[in-house]
């Protein structure tokens, strides 16, 4: 009975996140107003917890986003510098 329901726990984790990730997608077009890659980030940290390619996809997306607030605040940051730990 626990396994069924460690099941449906993960079935609504997974389609959770994938509903999250779409919303994020449709608010990411231009033209619609919402902060739409946050939502396609809080997606994938739910998916995250059952898939690793989701995580790598999260991963990237921060190092990413470090990257880029470093170019703008005009502080260059080494290629093999570690992402910060918050």
């Known amino acids: 009975m626990k396994a069924v329901a460690n099941q449906v726990?993960?079935?609504i984790r997974?389609?959770?996140g994938v509903?999250?990730?779409i919303a994020g997608l449709i608010l990411a077009i231009p033209g619609v107003p919402g902060p739409g890659l946050l939502v396609v980030f809080a997606g994938l940290s739910v998916l995250a917890?059952?898939?690793v390619w989701a995580h790598r996809l999260?991963?990237?997306m921060k190092d990413t986003a470090v990257k880029a607030a470093h170019k703008v605040r005009g502080k260059p940051q080494p290629a093999n510098?570690?992402?910060p730990k918050p």
Do not use: E, G, Q
């Open 9 to 11: 726990k993960r079935a």
């Open 14 to 16: 997974i389609l959770t």
């Open 19 to 21: 509903l999250i990730v």
């Open 49 to 51: 917890v059952d898939f």
């Open 58 to 60: 999260k991963t990237k």
């Open 81 to 83: 510098a570690p992402t």
